[in-house]
């Protein structure tokens, strides 16, 4: 069982930036491909990222290609979701989630574990 905690949510101008972090209660995170997901209102969650267990692969969602990257910080087993040139339309619920890899298309798959999420409001 992982039990995966988010943070770093909060408000944040039009054009900024955050960083978000997944960590794990109990475990480590470094054999599990951690993504990054999001629910924006009144829509279904979304893929945003994914990284893999060693850092070989990393999937950025097409449509998100360019503002966000996201890294892994071993030391301190923790997964990093960097947003920058913020848009109000990024406005959401972003969570993190464990699975054993990434694929290309990782949105679709069934990962196993899920945080409880961090609200990220950006203003105009």
């Known amino acids: 069982q992982v039990q995966l905690v988010e943070s770093g949510g909060g408000l944040a101008q039009s054009g900024g930036s955050l960083r978000l972090s997944c960590t794990a209660s109990e475990s480590t995170l470094e054999r599990y491909a951690i993504a990054w997901f999001r629910q924006l209102p009144g829509k279904e969650r979304e893929g945003v990222s994914c990284?893999?267990?060693?850092?070989?692969?990393?999937y950025i969602h097409p449509s998100l290609d360019g503002r966000f990257t996201t890294s892994r910080d071993r030391a301190k087993s923790t997964v990093y979701l960097q947003m920058n040139t913020l848009i109000p339309e990024d406005t959401g619920v972003y969570y993190c989630?464990?699975?054993?890899?990434?694929?290309?298309?990782?949105?679709?798959?069934?990962?196993?574990?899920w945080g409880q999420g961090t609200k990220v409001t950006v203003s105009s």
């Open positions: 989630a464990a699975d054993v890899q990434c694929t290309p298309r990782f949105w679709t798959q069934l990962w196993d574990y």
């Open positions: 990284i893999n267990p060693t850092e070989t692969k990393i």
